[in-house]
DNA sequence: GATGAATGAGGATTCATTCAT
DNA sequence: GATGAATGAATCCTCATTCAT
């Protein structure tokens, strides 16, 4: 009874091939944008030849689509391990910034791809993609919605606002250095831009400068009334 | 070999020709995209030949260049105008987000060309379009730099941040409200990104609005209970 | 966006496609020139799409180059042949120009694409075609070289000049030929310009001037004696 | 009466226009070819406007036949003047080579035009350039003519052959050594090519190194038998 | 399943020529 | 006469997609 497995020789795992095809693919569209990137280097790159991408993706456009998609899962789901060992509406906030901040700052075109490319596909942005991205930015409006009811946050802030200026100043902030060059200190500017969100930029209202004082004259009556108590309580 | 007979044409002003192929070429590409507009669509919408085009502008991509360049000046210029009218850091801060946000609800798409489309025009972004946004974002940083030196802004806040802040959430709240197919209310969105920036979303550690009138109270007390020490205990 | 379905099609050894496309290219450039050749053209007769041409040639400067490339060297290889089994200058000069005039006439137009289109080819003269080119017509040089050897050519003629005399000569006479709609006797010109470049056009250097005067010296003792035989027979 | 001469104060003479336009074009067609030169650049280098061209010639291709034409009267004209002061027909024919090659040095693209870019022209070969060109070439096949007469040819060369071995061979004279970025001798290549065409390269047929002694042994006879006929008859 | 040769529409750009000014 | 803006066909080349092997 010769039970030979003859496996697969050559058959590479299919999640496998797609791996490397959306690397490949990932990194192509992120270094020369979508138009500027053929089906046929995404082969190359991915060792593949161009009518096997077409196995696994329909065509290009859900090629990136799909990309797009795998980049939203990933850091959608670091950001809920994040926010699982994470209390506090500020210390939330800060790690939603620093997760996405990272994740822009590791792949600063991917992100931007989504906004840049996608709007040649005309239905599209009522259907998956949007969805995913609205979902996406979801964790920040609920971590706010958290703070309002706990009172840490002001609950008259226009959510969605907030919501757009965080991940668009990632954004924009991210652009902005790779054109100068230079790097950017991930912890300094989470710490920064929560604050901005948080506090904002206005010199704070400085407290009434007496109060300290009369504070102090009250301690001192209330110690010396302590004191006198054994008299005053006679009559 | 072009050796056809032609039809017959119009001569127009130069400027005119201009402004008709700008506004041709800023719609397509606002509303395809820059690769997903052809020459020829633009041709036809401006209501002349291909070859027209070239006469005045070195490629398309000298094209959409020179349209992000007016478009940046005139909403520039439109910001020294309104700058010079308004005083107080606030009030300035806000007349710049307001001008912007306008700027952008009015060809909404057009700013985003700018970071979507410009990266394949490798070199560009050292030159001509990266020194204009560069001057153009520049007026917001110069208000900041004002209200730290007039004691209303906060001397530590880290300025390339609060700029893209402003200008990455503008544009981010913009793209998804039209998402939505929602009317943006300029002014609400205007007040609430500069009070956003202001003074940020944390509740405040707002002073007991009372807080004078109960030290007085507390005041009147110590007075009291100084003065009545001696014969506070008689009648 | 092309993404449209296309017909189907059959496919060929590489080998075979090639052979088609340079023998489709050949004839139209050779036909109408180069630049009023378009690759449409070429791919229609070639029974192919145009696209397929770029599968096996960069563009169509690379084409021609091919195309001239693969002239010179069938040529030079049946000069190789040909060379092989002759001996004596002259009949290796002899077998050089039929050999050529035989190849220009199978293809009048071809060799001249060289200097008629070539130059366009900027820095492309200083590489591939002009170092085979060179080395084509090399093998009359290397020839003429080995008669100076054998003492069979004047050591002191111009190498250079007489190879340019050669072809130059051929081409032209071709040419002009062509022109007139008459053919050419491959045999006769091949005799007739190898005797040119042998020996000259001038007529044979007259005999040494001072026998004339001994011939009429001889002549006038001839007479003299003729007058003399009644004398001289008697005595 | 005022007869006021208001001569043309800006319009120039016709012939002035078109040798400036004829320059431009020429030195343009030389330079890049004939395709890759445009009537705007021809315009611009003749400080004209397009328009303003084809007042004088009909199209492009007439542009370049009248050039054409005109190179090949001027040249053929110096031909004239040359031979009216030059007898002899060795010297003759260096007078035709010298100044074709001096020439063709002097604008060596313009030449190679003729061949090169005429063929596009497809009936103008029959007509005008084609026979201006016969005639030009047949200024040495007349020369040849009168050599013949004169006996200084070989009558039974082919004369054609010769014309093209001449012009030709001066035309990749030219171009190979200009490939090579080196000068021409001018007198010097003339010598040759002259040379070259009248005796060729073979070694001269010495005459038979005997030939004196056997003079000097016929004059001993005739001495001997002047001498002897006295006694000739006896002894 | 994988391949990669073949497709062919599409697009940017050029340029000879015309003709209203 | 001169101009030069306007034309628009023509061309090379690209590339997403298909399908026979």
């Not at 990137?37 to 993706?57: H, L, N, P, R, V």
């Not at 009369?214 to 009559?235: H, Q, S, Y």
Request: glycine share 6%; with cysteine; hydrophobic share 40%.
């Amino acid at each position: 009874m010769a039970e030979v497995v003859r496996k697969s020789f050559r058959r590479r795992p299919k999640a496998e091939r797609m791996a490397e095809i959306e690397l490949a693919a990932r990194q192509a569209f992120s270094t020369k944008g979508y138009n500027a990137t053929s089906m046929a280097q995404i082969a190359e790159d991915a060792g593949i030849s161009e009518g096997t991408i077409y196995k696994f993706y329909e065509n290009k456009r859900d090629l990136l689509l799909v990309i797009l998609l795998r980049w939203f899962e990933d850091v959608r789901n670091a950001h809920q391990l994040d926010l699982q060992k994470i209390s506090g509406t500020r210390a939330r906030v800060r790690a939603i910034i620093h997760r996405h901040l990272s994740a822009v700052i590791a792949d600063p075109d991917l992100a931007r791809l989504l906004f840049a490319e996608i709007r040649d596909f005309e239905y599209y942005r009522e259907t998956e993609l949007y969805q995913i991205s609205r979902q996406y930015t979801r964790v920040l409006i609920d971590v706010l919605k958290e703070g309002i009811a706990s009172g840490e946050v002001r609950p008259d802030i226009p959510l969605t606002l907030v919501r757009d200026v965080v991940f668009g100043g990632i954004e924009h902030h991210v652009s902005s250095f790779l054109s100068g060059y230079a790097d950017i200190d991930l912890n300094a500017v989470s710490d920064d831009l929560c604050d901005l969100v948080m506090v904002g930029i206005t010199v704070p209202a400085a407290p009434p400068p007496d109060i300290e004082a009369v504070v102090d004259r009250l301690e001192r009556v209330a110690d010396r009334l302590e004191a006198g108590k054994p008299e005053g309580g006679g009559g």
